[in-house]
């Protein structure tokens, strides 16, 4: 298999659901999504915590799905995302005084088929994530789509960041404070930071 999904759930400040491995071009070589490689999803209206957790609908047969991810903060929220098929990724936050979730809102929308494995790392509040698709990518072919994301605050707000015909982020490192973020993989790196969101175009380290 092109990839594996590895989940883990911490009980601290920190976790990382999902561990996507593989192998292609580098960021350097990655070509914008022509809507610019930077793109910002509108304030996600939640309506409330009073939803059940969603689990992704693509075919999996054993237990736990890798289209499944999800991530606890030290305050008792939770953030989850999954995969729907040829609609893309999504993301839910659990409120432990609501003691529920949010609707389901897309952080990428797109028709291509998912990759095995949703990366989620929190700390200090801030939440980032990574997630791959391409075409029988869960059957080994590599991923032309891959998504970074990052969220704050109140968690109805996700910056993203598409590489096109790139094989995907491996790490997350969230810095103390939350203010910076960092996407790497080997050499390659893509920076987000709380001041100015991700840079408008790939990055390579």
Not at 37 to 48: K, L, R, W
Not at 98 to 122: F, M, N, R
Not at 167 to 175: F, H, L, T
Request: hydrophobic share 35%.
């Amino acid at each position: 298999m092109h990839r594996t999904g590895i989940r883990a759930l911490a009980l601290g400040g920190v976790a990382v659901l999902g561990l996507v491995a593989g192998c292609g071009q580098s960021a350097g070589q990655a070509q914008d999504s022509g809507r610019g490689a930077a793109q910002e999803v509108s304030p996600i209206s939640t309506g409330g915590h009073s939803y059940p957790l969603q689990k992704s609908d693509i075919p999996w047969s054993g237990s736990p799905s890798p289209f499944n991810a999800q991530v606890k903060l030290p305050d008792g929220r939770r953030v989850a995302m999954h995969y729907l098929r040829d609609k893309g990724l999504f993301v839910q936050d659990y409120s432990p005084k609501a003691k529920g979730w949010s609707k389901s809102a897309v952080v990428y929308k797109t028709k291509t088929d998912a990759c095995q494995g949703i990366t989620l790392k929190a700390k200090d509040g801030t939440v980032a994530a990574f997630g791959d698709f391409g075409v029988y990518c869960a059957d080994g072919e590599p991923p032309t789509e891959s998504v970074a994301a990052v969220a704050t605050g109140k968690l109805t707000k996700w910056d993203t960041h598409l590489t096109k015909n790139f094989d995907g982020w491996e790490k997350i490192a969230v810095a103390t404070g939350g203010k910076k973020v960092t996407f790497s993989r080997g050499g390659d790196t893509l920076l987000w930071t709380k001041a100015k969101g991700f840079p408008k175009a790939p990055v390579a380290g």
